[in-house]
């Protein structure tokens, strides 16, 4: 991890803002999902990408019932089915 040289108060309610220079390098807009991972003694913050609830993976997800499968799983459930 590369620190940014930027420190952040924490208010009452437990928020930080992320500073602007920040939020355009990381395409981050207002009302864009943010993962929080905990690592170790580290709390990171990025982008939240939908993962497949089966495997796991990040690529080709859809939407399907308010849950997250990717084609490969989808198309495992759909030869199931026959």
Do not use: W
């Not at 991890?1 to 309610?13: E, Y």
């Not at 803002?17 to 943010?34: A, C, F, H, I, T």
């Not at 690592?39 to 495997?55: A, N």
């Amino acid at each position: 991890m590369k620190p940014a040289g930027v420190v952040r108060k924490v208010d009452q309610l437990g928020r930080i803002v992320l500073p602007k220079s920040l939020r355009k390098r990381y395409q981050m807009n207002e009302g864009d999902p943010v993962e929080i991972l905990v690592q170790g003694d580290h709390i990171i913050l990025e982008r939240y990408r939908p993962r497949c609830v089966f495997c796991g993976s990040m690529e080709q997800v859809t939407d399907f019932k308010e849950r997250y499968l990717c084609s490969e799983c989808m198309g495992q459930m759909q030869h199931l089915r026959r």
